[in-house]
């Protein structure tokens, strides 16, 4: 059974941390914060570590008492999968006393992620800023809602348009993403010339041994391994750079998938 944080945003709820072993609304939204940067395939089940500040939060302790005090195996895993300088930034947020400031402050964090290509995460925190009601003022709600629609290729076309340049750009500058393209398409060359001139050392001449037949066969020989090879590269590269997705069929299956119709 999957295991979530459920923790309100009070609206009522004042910045700093109350007293009466209630958790407060920012130190509620600090756990949002933190599972959203969790990795996607783990984001949906609560890890432990994010389940026991969640416990620590609700019996009275602020966000920054109950990370303090982790141990220090759990602290590390918690900087390995949010980042470091991440949860110094939340943790810095939280504990903000003007909500105006702590709310341009978590839109800053999804602009920054997104800017980085972490879609999930961003999305996650815009989400939340749309979904955190009252407690945050309209004008950061509709702001996040506008991004979401940007990310999601709705809403106004200016801002659809500036998503879609920057990854564009971030894309076409990636090495996670050029490698795998330069690998993929010298193993379609090699593969190529190598189906071409086994085909005309055939002795038996037919459609696909000779002339346009012959390459359009060596040319699908090569594509057979042109595709895996980009797709499987990238997601590799990314794998070692903690990004991407899981490893099992159904990912790998749709990898595959998108990178052969592409």
């Given at each position: 059974m999957s295991k979530?944080?459920?923790?309100?945003?009070n609206a009522s709820s004042h910045p700093q941390h109350p007293a009466g072993g209630a958790a407060s609304a920012q130190d509620?939204?600090?756990?949002?914060m933190l599972q959203s940067f969790f990795p996607q395939a783990e984001a949906a089940e609560a890890p432990a570590v994010l389940l026991k500040l969640a416990s620590q939060v609700q019996s009275g302790k602020s966000l920054q008492e109950a990370v303090s005090g982790l141990e220090g195996a759990e602290r590390t895993a918690l900087q390995k999968k949010v980042g470091q300088?991440?949860?110094?930034?939340?943790?810095?947020?939280?504990?903000?006393?003007?909500?105006e400031f702590f709310w341009e402050g978590v839109h800053g964090m999804a602009l920054s992620a997104r800017a980085e290509n972490q879609l999930f995460p961003a999305?996650?925190?815009?989400?939340?800023?749309?979904?955190?009601?009252?407690?945050?003022?309209?004008?950061?709600?509709?702001?996040?809602?506008?991004e979401l629609d940007a990310i999601a290729g709705k809403g106004h076309t200016g801002r659809r348009m500036e998503f879609l340049t920057q990854q564009f750009v971030k894309q076409a500058t990636d090495a996670k993403m050029i490698a795998p393209m330069i690998l993929g398409s010298a193993v379609f060359q090699l593969t190529r010339t190598a189906a071409?001139?086994?085909?005309?050392?055939?002795?038996?001449?037919?459609?696909f041994t000779r002339g346009?037949?012959?390459?359009?066969?060596?040319?699908?020989a090569g594509f057979v391994v042109e595709a895996p090879t980009f797709a499987l590269g990238s997601k590799a590269?990314?794998?070692?750079?903690?990004e991407g997705t899981p490893w099992d069929?159904?990912?790998?299956?749709?990898?595959?998938?998108a990178a052969s119709i592409t």
């Open positions: 979530t944080l459920h923790l309100s945003l509620a939204f600090g756990l949002q300088a991440r949860v110094a930034e939340i943790l810095t947020l939280v504990g903000e006393k003007d909500p999305g996650n925190l815009f989400t939340a800023i749309v979904q955190a009601g009252e407690a945050a003022p309209a004008e950061a709600r509709q702001r996040a809602q506008a071409l001139g086994r085909l005309a050392a055939t002795t038996e001449a037919s459609w346009f037949g012959a390459r359009f066969t060596a040319g699908a590269l990314m794998s070692l750079a903690g069929a159904a990912n790998v299956g749709k990898e595959l998938a």
